[in-house]
């Protein structure tokens, strides 16, 4: 059973450009969250969304940052127009959004780095 | 609000016992969490504890919670070199998202 994956693991982008990340969940897993982690700081939640559906973005920026998990296919977090500060690693995390404690399952990251 | 703190470092001696600290401020969290992140990768779950039980002992870790103070331990027994890595304590937030603190990095001496 594949855990949660995401790719790119590195991304290097010159700024303005366009970023996008993805994230496939764990099987049988149907909720999705998007972190954020600067340098030297901890993970900072940024949306959570299920299949078709964000539940709370109120972690992601206003501007320039989107979420979305389709029915079908990988959860895909897109930047537009980078800035410097954009760069980050970037965790998804899935759990299987039933009863209990829906204990989040993270991936290895996609390390954003903006020139 | 949320919140979570904890201590930025700590070095052990091979051989001795860790213990990390974390206080909280969200009373409500039913779980919480101890993930354990090494250099270039991403979380792993180590533990967590439902909010009504004081310990939780699984093999070489302990975690105890004090609920009253919202502080929240783990202990890590019989330390290795391999145990060296960044320790995060999480709680939940109103979303189902976890708050994290900003890492204890844990170095281990041979």
């Known amino acids: 059973n594949a855990g949660v994956m995401q790719n790119p693991r590195h991304l290097v982008r010159r700024r303005g450009q366009e970023a996008r990340l993805r994230c496939s969940p764990m099987?049988?897993?149907?909720?999705v969250y998007w972190y954020r982690q600067l340098p030297e700081e901890g993970l900072k939640f940024m949306v959570y969304l299920q299949k078709e559906n964000i539940i709370d973005e109120s972690g992601m920026p206003k501007e320039r940052f989107s979420a979305e998990f389709p029915k079908e296919g990988p959860s895909i977090l897109r930047i537009q127009q980078v800035v410097r500060g954009d760069s980050a690693a970037y965790f998804c995390?899935?759990?299987?959004?039933?009863?209990?404690?829906?204990?989040?399952?993270f991936g290895p990251g996609t390390r954003l780095t903006v020139l | 609000g949320e919140d979570v703190e904890q201590s930025l470092f700590l070095s052990v001696r091979e051989g001795d016992s860790s213990v990390i600290n974390c206080t909280y401020t969200?009373?409500?969290?039913?779980?919480l969490y101890w993930y354990k992140q090494e250099p270039g990768a991403g979380l792993q779950l180590l533990t967590y504890i439902f909010s009504n039980m004081d310990m939780k002992q699984d093999q070489r870790l302990t975690v105890l919670l004090n609920k009253k103070d919202k502080h929240l331990s783990l202990r890590i027994a019989d330390t290795q070199t391999g145990d060296s890595a960044i320790y995060f304590c999480a709680e939940e937030g109103s979303q189902g998202n976890l708050i994290f603190g900003k890492g204890t990095k844990l170095s281990v001496k041979p």
């Open positions: 995390a899935s759990s299987p959004g039933q009863g209990g404690t829906d204990t989040q399952y």
């Open positions: 099987k049988g897993h149907s909720h």
């Open positions: 969200d009373s409500s969290s039913t779980y």
